[in-house]
């Protein structure tokens, strides 16, 4: 619906973008929720009766709620990216500061960043009786 109305209205199309997000983005917390509501197992690979018996009710509960707001295909699918978005963003900012920290870390233990190691340095702490 959004598409095919942003290609006729053309440079208005930001207004269109705006009704979109104030309509899927509190959906896709919503998805979050239901998920977080059911607390899935995350037992690895589930054989097809289990994963049925296991997520149906949170496919259950989001179609209702899909049925609800009268959403789309193109909105579901926006809705998924921006589920996935938010956690695409965590990881990328946990991965960051960890990167970071071990960063820190190993510059106190080696007195430098690890890129200007020498060997011979490297060799005196193997070779080091603590």
Known sequence: MFD?????????????????????????????RI???HNPSLEGKLK???????YEPMMIDLLDLYLEQDITLIEHGYIKKLVLEMVENLDGLLSGSMTQSIQQ????????DKEYISFKK???VLKSKK
Request: proline share 2%.
């Open 4 to 32: 095919k109305l942003k290609k006729k209205m053309g440079k208005d199309s930001t207004y269109l973008d705006k009704m979109r997000d104030e309509k899927c983005i509190p959906l896709a917390k919503e998805y979050l």
């Open 105 to 112: 870390a190993e510059s106190k233990l080696w007195g430098c």
């Open 122 to 124: 490297v060799d005196e």
């Open 48 to 54: 097809e009766k289990e994963l049925n018996s296991e």
């Open 35 to 37: 998920i977080l509501r």
